[in-house]
């Protein structure tokens, strides 16, 4: 069992559409990490997000933490080819080891 | 600007060969860490190193150990590799700047290793 469980697991849209990906946990963070990763090559980070609440938008791209610091998720608008990859949520532990969720494979179709 | 460098990018093995994956960062990081990545599975990680001189388990250490041989170099080593071990591996540094961490996760190209 992951301490983080990402849903859905894999998604696959037409270009244009919208879609969120979760990511949950029963413990608390003090902060969550979204990361894409691309066949071939290491995860890039996204975004941090540190506050309990907080939004954090980067273009087409919104980050939302959990009021609790629990949970995260990712919203994308308008969805382009560009935006496939495999999406992976990562927490800080009490001593700094970064633990990832089994992440969300996302293909978006032209 | 290398960042984060790792060798072998590929090795086949037997069962029960040793080997060791190296990693270095060029980026003076305080924390280096080793992941594995399977089909699935995301990125569990083996071990990671908070400071140099110090080294902890993470969540799938067993198989393996480690080394902070410096600063820069963050070592993993398999005594006798299982097929089980198969998998993709990436070393990772990051900077911590005290209260929550923030840092970001640098990560290397992954070294894809095969046990028969």
């Known amino acids: 069992t992951q301490l983080l469980e990402q849903s859905p697991q894999f998604l696959s849209i037409q270009e244009g559409e919208n879609l969120t990906v979760y990511c949950n946990s029963s413990?608390?963070?003090?902060?969550l990490q979204w990361y894409r990763q691309e066949p071939g090559e290491g995860p890039v980070l996204l975004v941090t997000?540190?506050?309990?609440?907080e939004v954090k938008k980067l273009k087409r791209l919104t980050f939302q933490f959990g009021d609790a610091r629990k949970d995260s998720s990712l919203h994308i608008t308008a969805a382009q080819p560009g935006d496939t990859g495999l999406y992976l949520c990562?927490?800080?532990?009490?001593?700094?080891?970064?633990?990832f969720g089994a992440g969300t494979r996302l293909t978006v179709k032209p | 600007n290398a960042g984060v460098t790792q060798t072998p990018k590929f090795q086949v093995l037997k069962t029960g060969q040793s080997m060791t994956l190296q990693c270095a960062q060029d980026?003076?990081?305080?924390?280096m860490y080793w992941y594995r990545q399977d089909p699935g599975m995301g990125l569990r990680l083996i071990y990671y190193?908070?400071?140099?001189?110090?080294?902890d388990k993470g969540e799938v250490p067993n198989g393996y150990n480690v080394s902070r041989l410096n600063k820069r170099e963050f070592s993993l080593r398999l005594e006798s590799a299982a097929p089980s071990q198969t998998s993709v591996y990436f070393c990772?540094?990051?900077?911590?700047?005290?209260?929550?961490?923030?840092?970001?996760?640098?990560f290397g190209e992954g070294s894809r290793l095969t046990v028969l």
């Open positions: 990772a540094s990051s900077q911590s700047s005290g209260g929550a961490f923030t840092g970001e996760l640098f």
């Open positions: 990562a927490g800080a532990g009490a001593w700094n080891d970064m633990r």
């Open positions: 997000v540190v506050t309990g609440g």
């Open positions: 980026m003076n990081h305080n924390s």
């Open positions: 413990s608390v963070f003090s902060s």
């Open positions: 190193s908070a400071s140099e001189g110090t080294t």
